[in-house]
T-cell receptor, first 114, second 115 residues
Framework: NAGVTQTPKFRVLKTGQSMTLLCAQD?????MYWYRQDPGMGLRLIHY???????AKGEVPDGYNVSRLKKQNFLLGLESAAPSQTSVYFC?????????????FGDGTRLSIL | AQSVTQPDIHITVSEGASLELRCNYS??????LFWYVQSPGQGLQLLLK??????LVQGIKGFEAEFKRSQSSFNLRKPSVHWSDAAEYFC?????????????FGTGTQLKVEL
């Protein structure tokens, strides 16, 4: 069981470069999320999706875009990377069953912006 | 808006000693509460959750947590800590409004276990 898989695991970018982080889940979950984790800040929600073709802003959406063209994939894009976006990025997913469902997390992507 | 406070940034305990990690939350309605653990270089793993009912909930790896509404607390406990419990622990509160099952996390408590 793969669960939630994030690609790549590590990446170094230069300021102004663009890149896309991929999250894939094989659990047929409806909901997917992107978080960033910074020292002393916990995890903060960037964007989320409640289904294929839908996205919504979280707590810290600026500088990021997302797309959910397929139910199993949730992409996070940085159009013009900035040093402030150096962070560890986590993807999570959960099913929609009315009652609150715990989120399943990937292992993270460590991103450094120079 | 909901919020979570974990007042202890770092905690060090000896192996075999008991452990209590503190968590206080702010939420208008009955909260959905969670404890997650993160080992170095890994994602977050769910330890336990509270939705309603019995205020003492059991989780994996011998952990338990007690929900106290009067104190707005959801502290995590373990009677005897093992060296493999060294990790970072996050408390979170969940909300259903606006779509999705969104989580608000505390800033985490780093647990060190002395042998």
């Amino acid at each position: 069981n793969a669960g939630v898989t994030q690609t790549p695991k590590f990446r170094v970018l230069k300021t102004g470069q663009s890149m896309t982080l991929l999250c894939a889940q094989d659990m047929n979950h409806e909901y997917m999320y992107w978080y960033r984790q910074d020292p002393g800040m916990g995890l903060r929600l960037i964007h989320y999706s409640v289904g294929e073709g839908t996205t919504a802003k979280g707590e810290v959406p600026d500088g990021y875009n997302v797309s959910r063209l397929k139910k199993q994939n949730f992409l996070l894009g940085l159009e013009s990377a900035a040093p402030s976006q150096t962070s560890v990025y986590f993807c999570a997913s959960n099913r929609d069953r009315g009652k609150f469902q715990p989120q399943h997390f990937g292992d993270g992507t460590r991103l450094s912006i120079l | 808006a909901q919020s979570v406070t974990q007042p202890d940034i770092h905690i060090t305990v000896s192996e075999g000693a008991s452990l209590e990690l503190r968590c206080n939350y702010s939420y208008g309605a009955t909260p959905y509460l969670f404890w997650y653990v993160q080992s170095p270089g890994q994602g977050l793993q769910l330890l336990l959750k509270y939705f309603s009912g019995d205020t003492l909930v059991q989780g994996i790896k011998g952990f338990e947590a007690e929900f106290k509404r009067s104190q707005s607390s959801f502290n995590l406990r373990k009677p005897s800590v093992h060296w493999s419990d060294a990790a970072e622990y996050f408390c979170a509160v969940g909300s259903l409004g606006g779509g999705g099952n969104k989580l608000t996390f505390g800033t985490g408590t780093q647990l060190k276990v002395e042998l």
